[in-house]
């Protein structure tokens, strides 16, 4: 502490638990009572903050076997009965991919693993590759059989040749794209727009005309304000690698196609250093920042991590104090995405955390600008479901489906709770959350209903 020009003030601080060892319930955000107002000082405690519990979205593509089968059923299925009280996973009808996607299909993995073949790549891209390959091939013939004549085989190749082509040039060798700790949509990268990329990859994929968004006067009113020079953050649930592109495609139904691409998103170190995932993350405005899971995964290079979480905090800080614009931000508090609860089948939204929000909070007392909170629900799990498990690593096989997704927006957080009650804050912004999210199953519900139909009477 003393090298940022404050002394004195108390024995020793824990980074980790955030708490002073002579007074051990004060915790970082009272550190207001103190009345210690320097940049630096307030940077360090957010980043101390940050890079424990904090991570976000991953946007990459995971696999499954199945190579010419699809689920029937998955998109009246969808993220709706992992979600619910009901057994997760009904009978399976599996029908055979067109003989057109198929051939297609075939041929594009011939020449992908010929040209990987080529270069000597590790079996294990290769087979991630192929999953990959797989699973978008199937998902977008789901598409198509639901009456999506736009996507047809060679649209599909061209989509999936392009990721791979993308990934292998800007996420591998001695040219691999760098990201700093703000980092800003390539619109026009060497005559790429990433930003578009992404959204029309997963686009297909997304059953928009069932995709129900809940709450849409409360993200006009998000967005009056961003228009006047405050700034919004959501605090959403995370369910798939591709919620960046989620929340795009829903904010466009809503009329806010420009306001999609502005969002930053509050991105983990796999996002910036998955070969199938950076070009997806080169389109999109990111905070890079180390969360705890893996900032304590190699000791050796925690310091530097460390380092470059605080210079996250700065540059976040910066944006939120810009007086000509305001400044949206999308944070996962729970730090990584819903996981499958295996005993039950079920996903439930994972636990918000309130050292994050904290944090957040911090962040708005510190900001010039007027600041706006909201929490943001989101249902995606089937569109990419994520492992069961977190993987420290990165290159995890990936799933794709082609199923409804869906998204609400909360009305303004009230601002409950003081220095001793902060908790009451987090607690009403998960209970919001819940209770979007439930919003959101019962309108999926509804649609899946209204799509069967009526049984004849005898």
Known sequence: ISIFGIKNEVDTFDYHTCHFEQE????????????????????????????????????????????????????????????SSEIAVPPTTEVEMSSEFEAVRDATLEQLKGQLNAVNAKPELISGLVHFVNEYFGALSMANAQGNEDITPEFVAKQIVSAIQYGMAYGTGEDKYTFGVQHRAQRDYEGNDFYKFGCNFFRPAMDLENSPFVGKENLDEAMDF??????VVFFANHQSEADPQVVSCMLEKCGYSQEASEIYFVAGHKVTTD???????????????????????DMDTKPVKQKQNLMAMTSM????????????????????????????????????????????????????????????????????????????????????????????????????????????????????????????????????????PEKPQN
């Not at 991570?55 to 998955?74: D, M, P, Q």
């Open 275 to 297: 070969t199938l995932a950076i070009p997806f993350s080169m389109g999109r405005n990111l905070i890079c920042i180390h969360s705890k899971k893996h900032l304590d995964a």
């Open 226 to 231: 961003i228009k006047q020079g405050h700034n």
């Open 317 to 452: 800080l910066k944006l939120l104090r810009d007086p000509d614009q305001g400044c949206m931000i999308w944070v996962a508090p729970s730090g990584g995405r819903d996981r499958r609860d295996l005993t039950t089948n079920q996903v439930p939204i994972a636990p918000f955390d309130q050292k994050t929000i904290d944090m957040f909070r911090l962040m708005g007392n510190k900001s010039k600008q007027p600041m706006h909170y909201y929490s943001m629900s989101m249902i995606s799990y089937d569109l990419c479901p994520p492992p069961d498990f977190v993987e420290v690593g990165t290159g995890e096989q990936r799933n794709v489906r082609f199923v409804p997704v869906g998204l609400t927006v909360s009305k303004e957080l009230e601002n409950k709770g003081g220095v001793e009650t902060r908790h009451l804050f987090t607690e009403h912004a998960e209970e919001e959350c819940q209770l979007g999210y439930q919003a959101l199953l019962e309108a999926m519900d509804t649609s899946s209903s209204s799509s069967v």
């Open 24 to 83: 051990r319930h004060i915790y970082i955000p009272s550190l207001l009572y103190y009345r210690l107002n320097t940049m630096k000082f307030a940077t360090l405690c957010l980043a101390s903050l940050f890079c424990s519990y904090t991570s976000a979205f991953t946007s990459s593509i995971r696999s499954n076997n199945g190579v010419s089968l699809i689920n029937k059923n998955v998109n009246k299925f969808g993220v709706r009965r992992w979600m």
